[in-house]
């Protein structure tokens, strides 16, 4: 991937659906040092590794979308943890992660005003209670076919002093 090469002031990046990205290509997105939104959606051939490359140098990406692909899990959300400080940004929809990887992400990132979780099914009343806890600046959550969660962990949610946005489904509130 030599998209990178002679694009030193490209801020935003819509990769979705490329099949032909790979997770070294993630180490060109991570040298391009204006890089701020990267949206990686539905490519199917990016994994843990890949983000771990991104997290290695994409501490700008302040938005990142890797919803639908299907080889991340709670060891990407390690990566994002450990590298992607300014993010405001997640979006994980159908991603195979858990309360444990939310966990390392919430009390890493909490400046975080937008996460999407949507049909992340793993996803349980205990990782809204760490949302509630430690993402007090959250805004937005989708948590459309989270079939893991119940009426108490929403409750947490609600108590968002912020949160103006929820979705969960068909039914999408503004609050």
Same mark, same amino acid.
């Given at each position: 991937m030599n998209v990178s090469l002679g694009l030193n002031?490209?801020?935003s990046i819509n990769l979705s659906f490329c099949a032909n990205i790979r997770d070294t290509g993630l180490k060109c997105l991570a040298k391009m040092g204006s890089l701020s939104h990267v949206?990686? *959606? #539905? %490519?199917?051939?990016? #994994?843990?590794?890949?983000? +771990?490359?991104? +997290?290695?140098? &994409?501490?700008?990406?302040?938005?990142? @979308?890797?919803?639908? %692909?299907?080889?991340i899990g709670d060891q +990407?959300? =390690?990566? !994002? #943890?450990? &590298?992607?400080y300014n993010l405001r940004s997640l979006s994980l929809n159908a991603c195979h992660v858990t309360d444990e990887g939310l966990n390392? =992400?919430?009390?890493?990132?909490? @400046?975080?005003?937008a996460l999407n979780i949507g049909q992340c099914s793993r996803i349980t009343d205990k990782g809204?209670?760490? !949302?509630?806890d430690f993402l007090?600046?959250? *805004?937005e959550i @989708?948590?459309? &076919? %989270? $079939? #893991?969660?119940? $009426? =108490?962990g929403l409750e947490r949610i609600m108590q968002l002093p912020h949160l103006s946005v929820l979705n969960l489904g068909l039914w999408h509130k503004r609050v």
């Open positions: 002031n490209l801020r949206n990686l *959606r #539905s %490519c199917d051939n990016i #994994s843990d590794i890949g983000i +771990a490359y991104l +997290a290695d140098g &994409g501490s700008r990406i302040q938005t990142l @979308d890797v919803s639908f %692909c299907d080889k +990407a959300l =390690v990566h !994002i #943890s450990q &590298g992607l390392k =992400v919430v009390r890493t990132l909490r @400046d975080l005003t809204l209670g760490l !949302i509630g007090t600046n959250l *805004r @989708d948590l459309y &076919g %989270c $079939t #893991s969660i119940t $009426t =108490v």
